[in-house]
């Protein structure tokens, strides 16, 4: 079964700097769409200059649940885009 995207609504200027954010962490991300692998978790992204979704392809059998890799890059992700976590 696959997993459900994350999505969030993303200007340009966010998405460059979110993706110097996340590359800075150890990602390889680049342009609008791809895979990266980080620790055992795949992930798939796309970006169409307005909607930023991320998917979780594949996770290491050491990993807890999805919901706890879309927890982190969630987090991960409103971080970088400076949106408030409460």
């Known amino acids: 079964m696959a997993n459900e995207p994350q999505k969030w ?3 340009p200027e966010q998405y460059a700097g979110m993706l110097k954010n996340v ?3 150890g990602f390889n991300l680049v342009g609008n769409s791809g895979e990266a692998k980080k620790d055992g978790v795949t992930v798939g ?3 169409d200059g307005t909607t930023l979704s991320i998917t ?3 996770r290491s059998w050491y990993d807890p649940s999805v919901a706890s890799i879309e ?3 969630a987090k991960a ?3 970088a885009l400076g949106l408030d976590q409460r």
């Open 77 to 79: 992700v409103n971080e």
């Open 23 to 25: 590359n800075a962490a």
């Open 9 to 11: 609504q993303v200007t």
């Open 56 to 58: 979780v392809i594949n």
């Open 45 to 47: 992204w796309e970006y």
């Open 71 to 73: 927890d982190r890059i």
